[in-house]
């Protein structure tokens, strides 16, 4: 059953004064300003007093000097949503949304977090960590396969492998890689994407993702208007909905998250209904832009994007 962790604070709340903390120096940059712009209208327009800060190396001054009473994390990819901030924002005693240092930590890696996740009971693809030059010499998996960076976010790094793909992947040996040494090489899953957003321990609705003109839910299907459709309720059978919901509840525990969370899976029901459900990864930092998802699911639920906002101010704090 959906149930929703949403209230409406009283009054005192919408005095306090937030800082959003945006922009950062990952390669996820321009998302999180849409990101922190979109959630600082918002909170602006629900009544809370609003700095708008641009993270850069000199946060803890900046953060020190400004004295918040919530810093709502907009951050995105290394630093964001990696625990580092979240350990400043612990070290200075600021309340903070979204998950905690180790929490953020585990969720940011790929592979952690899968092993996590198989321990709780969740079904997971086979998946193997080697070198990326070792992996462009040759298939390491039999093919279609997928390569992506161990620590990234928004689909960066992100490589599919056919069937009928003669050689791996070689810009993996390029100069120009930026995402690390170690990448991770796991079976492709034939499917649909599904998500589902988490917030506290609750599960709202599920989310199919459809793209038009692209290969799979890259960067531009997932930040560009009309890359993606967003289909809530997504149109699966109730018990499928039922386990991903599951799922995502067990991810989220597992992993330790706080405040809100969203879990991606690929369904394939090409033979049968029941079909392969198969969890990918954890997000502790949702995008927040104006095409996102969990803004989406929560409006699908009922809920306007400034109760949900207000809802996290609300549930910040330390030591999570």
Known sequence: MIQTPFRR???MTMTKHVAVLMGGFSSERPVSLSSGNACADALEAEGFRVTRVDVGRDIMTVLADLQPDVAFNALHGPFGEDGKIQGVLEYLQIPYTHSGVLASALAMD??????LAKAAGIPVADAKVMDRRLVAEKHVMATPY????????SSFGVLIVREDQAHPPQQLFGAEWAFGDMVMVERFVHGRELTCAVMGDVALGVCEITTEGHAFYDYNSKYLPGGSQHVIPAAIPASVTRRVQEYSLAAHAAVGCRGVSRSDFRYDDRFGEGGELIWLEINTQPGMTPTSLVPDIGRAAGHSFGELLSWLVGDASCGR
């Open 110 to 115: 790929k592979v952690k977090a899968k092993i």
């Open 9 to 11: 604070e009283g009054r």
């Open 146 to 153: 997928v390569v992506k960076p161990i620590a990234e976010g």
